[in-house]
């Protein structure tokens, strides 16, 4: 497993550290146990957080409906639960686009 990933029902649950006002949104590898996503948003009035959904759901190939920011809406470090994906469809996933 790439990050600690919790399951529950059809959902999973991870943590995510969020670079704001990055050159372009994108996966840039994993600190503190946490997968780290750069977003080209800034963090006002909540574009950022927007981003990440967006950039999640397009990852995984799930409806933005389908992922929520369950906490750190203001923080750089967020709880995020993605739904219709399971703990190890996430990882393979992941593991194809980290950076080595």
């Not at 780290?36 to 999640?56: K, Q, S, T």
């Not at 409906?65 to 709880?79: E, F, M, N, P």
């Amino acid at each position: 497993m790439v990050i600690p990933i919790t399951e529950s029902g059809d959902a999973v649950q991870f943590a995510v550290r969020v670079v704001p006002r990055a050159g372009r949104s994108g996966v840039a590898g994993i600190r503190e146990g946490a997968l780290v996503v750069r977003l080209a948003a800034p963090p006002v009035e909540g574009a950022a957080n927007e981003a990440l959904v967006a950039y999640l759901a397009e990852l995984v190939g799930r409806p933005r409906r389908d992922v929520a920011i369950l906490s750190g809406q203001k923080s750089r470090t967020k709880r995020v639960q993605i739904s219709g994906v399971t703990a190890r469809e996430l990882d393979v996933k992941l593991s194809g686009i980290l950076p080595p």
